[in-house]
C-alpha cells in the first residue's frame, strides 16, 4: 500500500532521497516527463503543451527529523550522540523514542536521565533537547564513529499500522499522506496541463516549493497537506484546528498566507457539490507550501486541501483513512471542475 | 486631499479582503490609465503609457483586521489576528466585518488581561449558531477603530489612517503624473499588514525602472518615542532604512534635492522594526530602484491613527516632483 510505503519511507528534511524514489517508481510510465530540480524536487509534467489554465499540484516529500551534531568521546558518554531537531519537534515527544539514523537504518534510541534520579525541579519541566542523546549501542566513540557521522539525519522508527475504526498510525503522515494524494493525481487525465511538484525541505522553512513555483510558473496551485488536529481532551472548538473523520480542511489563513477567498470558496462549493465532507481549519498557527508558492511572479492563485493528523510532527501520528479517501475525491472534483470551466482566473 | 483620505478611511479593507477599495480606487483614476486590472494577491494596478522611464508608485490599501475561525453553538465567534493587532488592543472594542456586522470584542471570564486571542470571542447579539451562522461565516475579516475625526487644527484621528493617506496620495500622484504625460503605473497593493506579502508580485510583472513608496512611519514626540527623531507635522520623512531596505543613495539625494527646491523640510525614517512593501519591491527580479516617502503618524500598524495634512500635502508635493525629476 502507497501511504504505508511512503509513511515507513526514511526523508527528513534535506534527505528526501528515498521518498523521491518511491514516488518515482510509481509514476514511472504515468506522466510525460519527470525531473529532479538543483533543490531535490520531484516534478511531474502532463501535457504542457494543452491549453488552459497551468495547474500545479503540491505536496512535500521531507518530514520533520533530527541531525546527529556530535559524536561524544569524553568519558562515560562516549559513543552517544548528540543531535538537533530538522523542523519544529517538541522535545516533550522525543525521550525513549527509537529511531533510525541515515538510509541504512542505525537503530539508536533516544535516552535521557531515569525519573528515579532527577531531581525535584528537574521532574517539573520537560527535559530540554540539549540534554537529550541518541544512543546506538556502541561500545565507545571510534565504534560510534564508524557507523555514524556528524551531519548524519535521523527519523522516528515507526511502523505504518491500520487500527480501530479506518484510522491509520504511523510517523510522517505530514506530508506523505499529501505525497500520496498527489501521485493518484497525476494518474488522473485533464484536459489542461498539469503539474506534481513534490518538494522538499518544506519543514525548515518551505524552501523547495518557492524553488518548484518559480520554474513552473503556474496560474493555479493547490498544496496537498497533512495538518494539525487537536479535537481531544478538553479542546474547545477554537483550539481544535481540525476534527478526525470530519473530512479534508481549507484554510481561509495560517501563518504564511491569508487565503484566496474566491478559490477557497470555489473549493469548498465544489466538495458540497460533490457530496464530499469538508471542515475549515481553525487556527493561524502553521503553515504549508502554498505560503511560498502564492508568493513567486506574479503571484498565484489557489489554496490547499488537508488531512486532519492528530499528534503531527511526533513519532507516532494519527489519521483517518476516510479523510484520506474524501480529500483524493474533493481533490478530483475540484481538477475535474476546473476543467469544466467552474473556477475562472 | 481630506475629502478622499476621508472617503478611503470609510472602507473596511483587512488583509485579504481589499477587493472593494481596490474598486473605488481603480474607478479613481480610470479616465487617466490605459490600463486597470487586479492581480493575483489582490494589488490593484493602473498604467498610463508616455514618456521616459517606468516610474511605479505604491500604497498599500489594507488595513489591521481580525478574521473568525470559529462559531459556538451559542453563537459567539472566535477571531484570528490579520497583520499586527496584539489581544489587547482588539479587546473591549466593537468590530465590524467587510459584511458589515458589527460585535464587541469580550474577554473570556476570569482571565484579567487578554495576551492571547483565544481568550477573546465576539458577541455580535446573535441568540444561537444559527442566527450567528446567518451574519457571519469563518474567514469572515473584520476591523476596529472608530471613523475619522477633524481635530480642527489641520489633524485628523481615526481609523485605517495608515495607509489611507498614503493612496489618496498616490491616486493623486497618478492623476498629477499621468496628465504631464509620464509613463507612470500606480500600485494600490494588498496584505501589506501580515508582512509585505503582495507588493513583490505587482513590481515583478511592472517591472518599473524606479518604484516609490508611500506609507505611514511612526513620529517619536511621544512619551517614551523611539529615537528616531520623526515628528509629527514637521514634513515628509525619507526612508533611510527599515528591517527590509536600505535606501539607494541616488534616490535619497534626488529626494533632498527636490525638497530643498520646493522649500519643504524633509526628516529621515530610521525604522529598525518596519517591514515595508519598498524592501518587498527593491528585492524583485534583478533588483528594482526602490524608495520610500512616508508621511510620520502617531500609532504605526495600530488600528487607528493621527496624521498632520500639512505632512500630508508636502509628501504629495515632494513626490510628484521628485519622480518628474528623475525623468530627466
Same mark, same amino acid.
Given at each position: 500500500m502507497l501511504l504505508k510505503t511512503l509513511s515507513e519511507a526514511f526523508g527528513p528534511t534535506g534527505f528526501e532521497d528515498e521518498v523521491r524514489n518511491v514516488i518515482r517508481g510509481e509514476l514511472e510510465g504515468r506522466v510525460d516527463e519527470m525531473k529532479t530540480d538543483v533543490l531535490g524536487n520531484l516534478i511531474a509534467v502532463k501535457g504542457a503543451a494543452k491549453p488552459g489554465p497551468k495547474v500545479m499540484l503540491d505536496a512535500h516529500m521531507d518530514e520533520v527529523g533530527l541531525m546527529v551534531v556530535q559524536i561524544c568521546d569524553g568519558g562515560a558518554d562516549a559513543?552517544?550522540?548528540?543531535?538537533?531537531?530538522?523542523?519544529?519537534?517538541?522535545? !516533550?515527544?522525543?525521550?525513549?523514542?527509537?529511531?533510525?539514523?541515515?538510509?541504512?537504518?542505525?537503530?539508536?534510541?533516544?535516552?535521557?536521565?531515569?525519573? $528515579?534520579?532527577?531531581? %525535584?525541579? /528537574? !521532574?517539573?519541566?520537560? +527535559?530540554?533537547?540539549?540534554?537529550?542523546?541518541?544512543? +546506538?549501542?556502541?561500545?565507545? *566513540?571510534? #565504534?560510534?564513529?564508524?557507523?555514524?557521522?556528524?551531519?548524519? *539525519?535521523?527519523?522516528?522508527?515507526? !511502523?505504518?499500522?491500520?487500527?480501530? /475504526? @479506518?484510522?491509520?498510525?504511523?510517523?510522517?503522515? #505530514?506530508?506523505?499522506?499529501?505525497?500520496?494524494?498527489?501521485?493518484?493525481?497525476?494518474?488522473?487525465?485533464?484536459?489542461?496541463?498539469?503539474?506534481?511538484?513534490? =518538494?522538499?525541505?518544506?519543514? +525548515?522553512?518551505?524552501?523547495?516549493?518557492?524553488?518548484?513555483?518559480?520554474?513552473?510558473?503556474? #496560474?493555479?496551485?493547490?498544496?496537498?497537506?497533512?495538518?494539525?488536529?487537536?479535537?481531544?481532551?478538553?479542546? %474547545?472548538? $477554537?483550539?481544535?484546528?481540525?476534527?478526525?473523520?470530519?473530512?479534508?480542511?481549507? =484554510?481561509?489563513?495560517?501563518?504564511?498566507?491569508?487565503?484566496?477567498? @474566491?478559490?477557497? /470558496?470555489?473549493? &469548498? /462549493?465544489?466538495?458540497?457539490? $460533490?457530496?464530499?465532507?469538508?471542515? &475549515? !481549519?481553525?487556527?493561524?498557527?502553521?503553515?504549508?507550501?502554498?505560503? *511560498? +508558492? $502564492?508568493?513567486?511572479?506574479?503571484?498565484?492563485?489557489?489554496g490547499s486541501i488537508s488531512v486532519p493528523v492528530r499528534y503531527i510532527h511526533a513519532p507516532t501520528q494519527v489519521v483517518s483513512l476516510d479523510d484520506v479517501e474524501n480529500a483524493q475525491r474533493l481533490l478530483q472534483a475540484v481538477l475535474k471542475e476546473i476543467a469544466e470551466g467552474s473556477f475562472t482566473l | 486631499m481630506k475629502e478622499w483620505i476621508v472617503r478611503l478611511a470609510g472602507e473596511i479593507a483587512p488583509s485579504g479582503s481589499e477587493g472593494r477599495i481596490a474598486s473605488v480606487l481603480l474607478d479613481a483614476v480610470q479616465d487617466l490609465a490605459d490600463e486597470t486590472r487586479m492581480d493575483a494577491l489582490g494589488n490593484a494596478i493602473a498604467t498610463k503609457r508616455g514618456d521616459g522611464p517606468h516610474v511605479m508608485i505604491a500604497a498599500h490599501m489594507d488595513e489591521p483586521g481580525v478574521m473568525v475561525i470559529d462559531i459556538d453553538d451559542n453563537g459567539y465567534l472566535r477571531v484570528i489576528p490579520t497583520g499586527g493587532l496584539t489581544a489587547s488592543e482588539t479587546a473591549f472594542r466593537q468590530v465590524t466585518f467587510t459584511n458589515g456586522t458589527i460585535g464587541l470584542v469580550c474577554l473570556e471570564d476570569g482571565e484579567k488581561r487578554p495576551e492571547q486571542f483565544d481568550q477573546l470571542f465576539i458577541d455580535i447579539g446573535a441568540k444561537h449558531r444559527e442566527e450567528a451562522e446567518s451574519r457571519a461565516f469563518i474567514g469572515l475579516s473584520g476591523v476596529i477603530g472608530g471613523s475619522v475625526a477633524e481635530l480642527g487644527n489641520g489633524r485628523l484621528l481615526g481609523r485605517a489612517l495608515d495607509n489611507r493617506v498614503g493612496c489618496a496620495v498616490a491616486l493623486q500622484a497618478f492623476r498629477d503624473l499621468a496628465q504631464r504625460g509620464l509613463h507612470v503605473s500606480v500600485v494600490f497593493t494588498a496584505q501589506n499588514a501580515p508582512g509585505a506579502r503582495a507588493a513583490q508580485a505587482a513590481a515583478f510583472a511592472l517591472e518599473p525602472e524606479l518604484a516609490i513608496v508611500v506609507d505611514a512611519t511612526p513620529a517619536s514626540d511621544v512619551p517614551g518615542g523611539k529615537r528616531t527623531a520623526l515628528q509629527l507635522g514637521a514634513g515628509p520623512a525619507f526612508k533611510v532604512m527599515d528591517a527590509g531596505t536600505v535606501a539607494p543613495l541616488a534616490v535619497k539625494q534626488l529626494v533632498e534635492d527636490m525638497a530643498h527646491a520646493l522649500g519643504i523640510t524633509l526628516q529621515y525614517e530610521v525604522w529598525p522594526s518596519g517591514r515595508s512593501d519598498t524592501g518587498a519591491i527593491q528585492l524583485t527580479r534583478a533588483g528594482i530602484l526602490a524608495a520610500g516617502i512616508s508621511y510620520p503618524v502617531h500609532t504605526a500598524g495600530a488600528a487607528e491613527a493621527m496624521v498632520d495634512l500639512a505632512d500630508v500635502d508636502a509628501t504629495l508635493r515632494l513626490l510628484v516632483a521628485s519622480v518628474e525629476a528623475y525623468r530627466k
Open positions: 559513543g552517544l550522540l548528540k543531535f538537533r531537531s530538522l523542523g519544529g519537534i517538541d522535545p !516533550r515527544v522525543l525521550v525513549s523514542k527509537p529511531v533510525f539514523i541515515g538510509p541504512d537504518r542505525i537503530p539508536g534510541v533516544i535516552g535521557a536521565k531515569p525519573v $528515579h534520579l532527577q531531581a %525535584p525541579e /528537574e !521532574r517539573q519541566k520537560p +527535559i530540554p533537547m540539549e540534554k537529550l542523546y541518541i544512543d +546506538i549501542g556502541a561500545k565507545d *566513540a571510534a #565504534d560510534a564513529k564508524s557507523v555514524v557521522k556528524p551531519g548524519d *539525519a535521523a527519523v522516528f522508527a515507526t !511502523r505504518y499500522a491500520e487500527f480501530g /475504526e @479506518r484510522a491509520a498510525k504511523g510517523k510522517s503522515f #505530514d506530508d506523505r499522506v499529501g505525497c500520496a494524494l498527489l501521485v493518484e493525481a497525476m494518474r488522473s487525465e485533464v484536459p489542461y496541463p498539469l503539474y506534481g511538484a513534490f =518538494t522538499v525541505q518544506e519543514e +525548515i522553512g518551505l524552501r523547495g516549493a518557492r524553488a518548484a513555483a518559480y520554474q513552473i510558473q503556474p #496560474d493555479i496551485a493547490i498544496a496537498l497537506e497533512g495538518t494539525v488536529c487537536f479535537d481531544v481532551v478538553g479542546a %474547545p472548538s $477554537h483550539g481544535q484546528s481540525t476534527v478526525l473523520g470530519k473530512g479534508p480542511a481549507l =484554510t481561509v489563513q495560517d501563518a504564511q498566507t491569508i487565503a484566496d477567498r @474566491r478559490f477557497a /470558496e470555489f473549493m &469548498w /462549493e465544489t466538495a458540497k457539490r $460533490h457530496g464530499i465532507p469538508v471542515q &475549515w !481549519r481553525r487556527v493561524k498557527g502553521g503553515s504549508n507550501d502554498f505560503g *511560498a +508558492i $502564492h508568493r513567486v511572479g506574479k503571484g498565484v492563485v489557489g | -
